[in-house]
């Protein structure tokens, strides 16, 4: 997945049922993720991922109708497109992603806190790497877990460097997710630079990825998940606008193969 520096575009899905603001009925919200999914494959983005991004106020791990809601869109998702899928559930239910990853044959997982500790609005969260290592011992897959080192919308104790190795070589993460501060805000470079020197896994951009800083930020880098910018008028809260999904597609695609003439 990683030779080519995967363009991981989200699909942000509408209040779940149970959550605060679900007033929807739930064929709907099934119907507007594949769309949403399905425009992401048009546009040649390279994955897609689906998280409960209206639910917010989240839980630290979520009820079992949003396990099971989530299922239902994933699968949907899964038999309408054909390119890679991935799972993040909010805020920090690892268990609950690799499960749904693992019933559906999706082909990885974010976890936002995996190893350490994240003080963040829904209180203090621990990480999850030994509930999930023994989950994949028992249940064995595929399935690649992206980890987040010093995870957005969160102020961790431990420095930056402690908690990238750590994430690795105690967590286990297949891949670390490096983020702005907060959904949409863009990625400290220098934190790129540092995690593509320590760690040996794929460095992934978490947030702020745009057509205009997509160029700078293509070499210390080894994917990127895009949700915001795509969105219509660059608003997080809109649907994708297809165009702006392309356009941004075009320029990886530009980049790509600058770096095979400089190989």
């Excluded at 603001?21 to 048009?42: G, P, Q, T």
């Excluded at 630290?60 to 949907?76: D, L, P």
């Excluded at 670390?176 to 320590?198: C, H, N």
Aim: glycine content about 6%.
């Amino acid at each position: 997945m990683f030779e080519k520096k995967p363009l991981i575009g989200m699909v942000h899905l509408k209040p779940l049922p149970g959550s605060y603001h679900y007033n929807e009925d739930f064929d709907s919200i099934v119907d507007f993720a594949v769309k949403e999914a399905k425009k992401l494959e048009d546009a040649n983005f390279d994955a897609v991922m689906i998280e409960n991004f209206g639910d917010a106020p989240f839980k630290k791990e979520v009820n079992k109708i949003t396990i099971a809601s989530m299922t239902v869109i994933a699968k949907a998702i899964k038999e309408e497109i054909s390119l890679p899928l991935g799972i993040n559930v909010l805020r920090n239910d690892a268990i609950g992603a690799y499960s749904i990853a693992h019933v559906v044959k999706a082909d990885f997982i974010r976890v936002n806190v995996l190893s350490g500790v994240a003080f963040t609005d829904q209180g203090i969260i621990e990480g999850k790497a030994h509930e999930l290592a023994k989950l994949r011992k028992l249940l064995p897959s595929k399935i690649k877990v992206f980890a987040d080192v010093h995870v957005k919308h969160a102020y961790h104790f431990m420095d930056f460097e402690s908690s990238l190795v750590d994430t690795v070589e105690r967590g286990l993460a297949d891949a670390v997710v490096v983020s702005g501060k907060r959904t949409g805000a863009e990625v400290d470079i220098e934190k790129l630079k540092l995690a593509k020197e320590l760690v040996d896994v794929p460095v992934i951009v978490g947030s702020g990825t745009t057509y205009d800083n997509l160029k700078k930020l293509w070499d210390y880098a080894d994917g990127f998940i895009i949700g915001t910018w795509i969105k219509k008028e660059g608003d997080v809260n809109n649907e994708i606008d297809i165009e702006r999904a392309k356009k941004i597609v075009s320029l990886a695609n530009q980049l790509r193969n600058l770096s095979e003439i400089y190989i």
